[in-house]
């Protein structure tokens, strides 16, 4: 069973999203559970409005719920402290920091980072402005010159992800050629956790 | 593997030691770990202290050392609301709610139970005073007459908790004769459970 935890240092960082897609992923390599631990209970309502490729257990079931999975996505609470932080990436495989680029950001990010020290994680740069826009690149720069680990994909901003969670499904299950795109920066990331995973 | 949580409607009922005795009894029987949630973090705290027969492990990283355990003790914060309450009892196999017998907790205690309803779950009389007062007997027909389900066993007050807590061992490693009687209890109430369980 490989366990994979999603946080953030802050709200609104698509955290829940991440988590999700991460999960419908793996659903198609393995079973695979999200666990809801994020007391707004996105991932749980979205699953409630339509049909999620994997089942998502609130948190206080899931001890029941985990066993003969394969694959264990975990939602946090936003805003842990760095005990937390520390504690999150000793229970997990690989724990995954979505962050946004942006500067601002940037700080907390940078102070996220340090007190993880040499912990498994990686960053993962989310809502990044598509092409022409240099930010998500530049920003991904910045982290990587302090010495933290970012994944190589970028999970590009899209319209559909909204619609996605209005209709309570993945966004590949959304009919539009920029929820596909979309979808296939998840396809790049699920590849490139297989890839950590494997090496870890 | 069965699950067992541990929950207080209010704090100071005794709850993380009433935790770490239900895994020491399930400690003889089978593989058990104890996931201490309670932010407190009392029986991690009990366990650095000194050495208990199982392991106990910080929730956050319960999901990855819960797997090849025959019985997992929950040990949750105090004072859930009602719809935690609930969520509580469908993640596990017996709900318990140690309770002290005094005429304050008495209130609680039965807008918890109707909370409750019909769930998988007992009432506990822990810190009951020994014979020859009546009040644990007296509370408990009490809650039975209110349709709530109690345990025929009732933990009586002990010194030796207190020792056995800052030893970090379970009261039936202190030497004294009475930490012995208080022990007995547990025992008691272990086969007690054991038997609603074979009965679930």
Request: with cysteine; hydrophobic share 45%.
């Amino acid at each position: 069973m490989k366990i994979l935890t999603v946080t953030g240092y802050k709200g609104g960082i698509s955290k829940s999203t991440t988590a999700i897609h991460i999960a419908t992923f793996f659903s198609d390599i393995g079973k695979t559970i999200l666990v809801d631990s994020d007391p707004n209970r996105t991932a749980l309502a979205w699953s409630s409005r339509g049909s999620l490729p994997f089942t998502v257990a609130d948190e206080r079931q899931a001890m029941k719920l985990i066993s003969g999975n394969d694959f264990v996505v975990i939602d946090t609470p936003a805003r842990p402290d760095s005990s937390d932080l520390k504690e999150l990436a000793k229970g997990c495989d690989l724990l995954i920091l979505p962050t946004i680029p942006d500067v601002v950001s940037l700080e907390p990010m940078l102070k996220t980072a340090s007190d993880l020290g040499a912990a498994n994680y990686r960053a993962l740069l989310v809502i990044v402005p598509p092409s022409p826009s240099k930010e998500g690149a530049a920003i991904r720069s910045e982290l990587i010159d302090n010495g933290i680990p970012v994944f190589k994909t970028m999970i590009r901003r899209a319209a559909g992800f909204q619609k996605a969670a209005f209709e309570g499904v993945p966004i590949r299950d959304v009919s539009s050629s920029k929820a596909r795109v979309a979808w296939l920066d998840y396809l790049a990331l699920g590849k490139e956790i297989m890839e950590v995973l494997g090496n870890g």
